[in-house]
């Protein structure tokens, strides 16, 4: 079979709605595009432990506590089901676990915006289990029917994980709006504080051309505009229900689609770029745990002979 | 020998299907393929000696007697109950969105 040939089956089966497996043929522009997405979820997930890790030991009681470490202890475990899909992919390319490791810890690899920035109250934990992780169900959602198999069998349990995050946040924001003045300001401080990068979340409107074989292949289905679009359709009205305003400019419906105002594209491209402002301690911590841990890898995967 | 049986559809993960009693493994593939292979898309049968499987038992296990609700949807029906109060119907039919 000529490399023509192997291409147009490879794009017949997708057609069907062929799921394509880990030692499947496929094309060398569709393996890197799908590792990247993948890696780039990955590392997300891995990034995104940390900024709720600082409030378990603040946590306001024991069953909080409980659900919060659950929450963290879920997105690591995210993390390591996708890094294998990942390895898998990666393997031909010659790209193993511990290269996507060492590219994320020097900086060279990209993970969602959300992760960069701090934590400083309680109600920002109750905003991003609510909204963040409601975000994330969203491109998450959407992923679940894409062509690569082994990727979309483990969001099946990731989504459903997220589904209990996000009722987790709900049962945070939801006490905090029904507290006292102070409680009320802390929420509405701590949306008004992540409002921007959750619209920054999905992606600029207009794609960027890396993206084309992800549409191409099936790997991705629904652009980034239309992820913003029903995320705002879901939360939106839960805001206003729970009694607090929609951060300024607030959004306005036109009949068919939500305006929400210009949210400084730029500003998002630095962020994810390692600039945001909590870039570096976070990617400081991930570093030294890995250091630090170096040696308990090194002994589970046999490496250190044993005398 | 007794071989464990799992069969992959097209789309989704291998399955355990159940077992066959062969000699070797070629034998077991070709007695899966007879039981668990004749109908149905399915695009690999695997087998797997039974005694090449490591068990875990969820009585042997202390977390898995505690109470875990928080980490599952039935541990926050009240915060179901708690957006019917809001009435978030009412907010949604305000914003005059079709969902």
Same mark, same amino acid.
């Given at each position: 079979m000529?490399?023509?040939?192997a291409?147009e089956?490879f794009?017949?089966r997708i057609?069907r709605?062929?799921?394509?497996?880990?030692?499947?043929w496929?094309?060398?522009?569709y393996?890197?595009a799908?590792?990247?997405?993948?890696?780039m979820?990955a590392?997300?997930?891995?990034?995104?432990?940390?900024?709720e890790r600082?409030?378990i030991?603040?946590?306001?009681?024991?069953?909080?506590?409980?659900?919060?470490?659950?929450?963290?202890?879920?997105?690591?475990g995210?993390a390591?089901l996708?890094?294998?899909?990942?390895e898998?992919l990666?393997?031909?390319?010659?790209r193993t676990?511990e290269a996507m490791?060492?590219?994320?810890?020097?900086g060279?690899?990209?993970?969602?915006?959300v992760?960069?920035?701090?934590v400083?109250?309680?109600?920002?934990?109750?905003?991003?289990?609510?909204?963040?992780d409601?975000?994330a169900v969203?491109?998450?959602?959407?992923?679940l029917?894409c062509?690569y198999g082994?990727?979309g069998r483990?969001?099946e349990r990731?989504c459903?994980e997220?589904?209990?995050?996000?009722?987790?946040?709900?049962?945070?924001i939801l006490?905090?709006a029904?507290?006292?003045a102070?409680?009320?300001?802390?929420?509405?401080?701590?949306?008004n504080?992540?409002?921007?990068?959750?619209?920054h979340f999905?992606?600029?409107?207009?794609?960027?051309?890396h993206?084309?074989?992800?549409? !191409?292949? #099936?790997m @991705?289905?629904?652009t980034? +505009? =239309?992820l &913003?679009?029903k995320?705002?359709?879901?939360?939106?009205?839960q805001i206003?229900?729970?009694?607090?305003?929609l951060?300024?400019p607030?959004?306005e419906w036109?009949g068919?689609k939500?305006?929400?105002?210009?949210?400084?594209?730029?500003?998002?491209?630095a962020?994810?770029?390692g600039?945001?402002?909590?870039?570096?301690e !976070?990617? #400081?911590? @991930?570093?030294?745990t890995w +250091? =630090?841990? &170096?040696w308990i890898?090194?002994?589970?995967s046999?490496?250190l002979?044993?005398? | 020998?007794?071989?464990e049986v799992?069969?992959k559809p097209?789309?989704?993960?291998?399955?355990?299907?159940?077992?066959v009693a062969a000699?070797?493994a070629d034998?077991a593939?070709?007695f899966?393929?007879?039981?668990?292979?004749?109908r149905?898309?399915?695009?690999?049968?695997w087998?797997?000696p039974?005694d090449?499987i490591?068990?875990?038992?969820?009585?042997?296990v202390?977390?898995?007697?505690?109470?875990r609700?928080?980490?599952?949807?039935a541990?926050?029906?009240h915060v179901?109950?708690?957006?019917?109060?809001i009435?978030?119907?009412a907010a949604?039919?305000?914003?005059?969105?079709?969902?």
């Amino acid at each position: 079979m000529t490399d023509a040939e192997a291409l147009e089956a490879f794009e017949a089966r997708i057609a069907r709605g062929e799921k394509i497996e880990a030692g499947d043929w496929m094309p060398l522009d569709y393996r890197q595009a799908a590792l990247k997405l993948i890696q780039m979820h990955a590392q997300s997930e891995l990034m995104g432990c940390l900024p709720e890790r600082e409030w378990i030991a603040r946590a306001p009681g024991l069953r909080r506590k409980l659900a919060l470490t659950a929450k963290v202890q879920d997105e690591c475990g995210h993390a390591q089901l996708i890094l294998r899909v990942a390895e898998d992919l990666g393997a031909p390319l010659h790209r193993t676990r511990e290269a996507m490791m060492e590219d994320l810890i020097a900086g060279r690899a990209k993970y969602h915006n959300v992760f960069h920035y701090p934590v400083p109250s309680w109600a920002d934990v109750g905003v991003i289990a609510w909204l963040v992780d409601g975000a994330a169900v969203i491109t998450q959602g959407a992923l679940l029917d894409c062509s690569y198999g082994p990727y979309g069998r483990i969001l099946e349990r990731i989504c459903a994980e997220e589904a209990v995050h996000i009722r987790h946040g709900e049962d945070i924001i939801l006490s905090l709006a029904s507290g006292d003045a102070a409680h009320r300001q802390s929420l509405q401080d701590a949306l008004n504080r992540w409002w921007r990068p959750l619209l920054h979340f999905f992606g600029p409107p207009d794609e960027l051309s890396h993206a084309a074989p992800l549409y !191409r292949y #099936g790997m @991705r289905k629904q652009t980034n +505009e =239309e992820l &913003r679009q029903k995320f705002l359709g879901r939360v939106i009205p839960q805001i206003r229900a729970v009694g607090l305003d929609l951060p300024d400019p607030a959004p306005e419906w036109d009949g068919e689609k939500w305006v929400y105002g210009d949210p400084d594209w730029e500003q998002w491209r630095a962020v994810i770029n390692g600039k945001g402002p909590m870039s570096a301690e !976070r990617l #400081g911590l @991930r570093r030294l745990t890995w +250091e =630090e841990g &170096r040696w308990i890898r090194e002994a589970m995967s046999g490496r250190l002979a044993v005398a | 020998m007794i071989y464990e049986v799992f069969v992959k559809p097209a789309a989704k993960g291998a399955e355990h299907a159940g077992s066959v009693a062969a000699a070797t493994a070629d034998a077991a593939l070709a007695f899966a393929h007879e039981q668990f292979g004749r109908r149905g898309a399915w695009v690999e049968i695997w087998v797997v000696p039974r005694d090449q499987i490591t068990v875990m038992e969820a009585a042997d296990v202390p977390s898995a007697q505690f109470d875990r609700s928080y980490r599952l949807m039935a541990g926050y029906k009240h915060v179901e109950r708690k957006w019917r109060e809001i009435d978030l119907a009412a907010a949604r039919r305000e914003e005059g969105l079709r969902r």
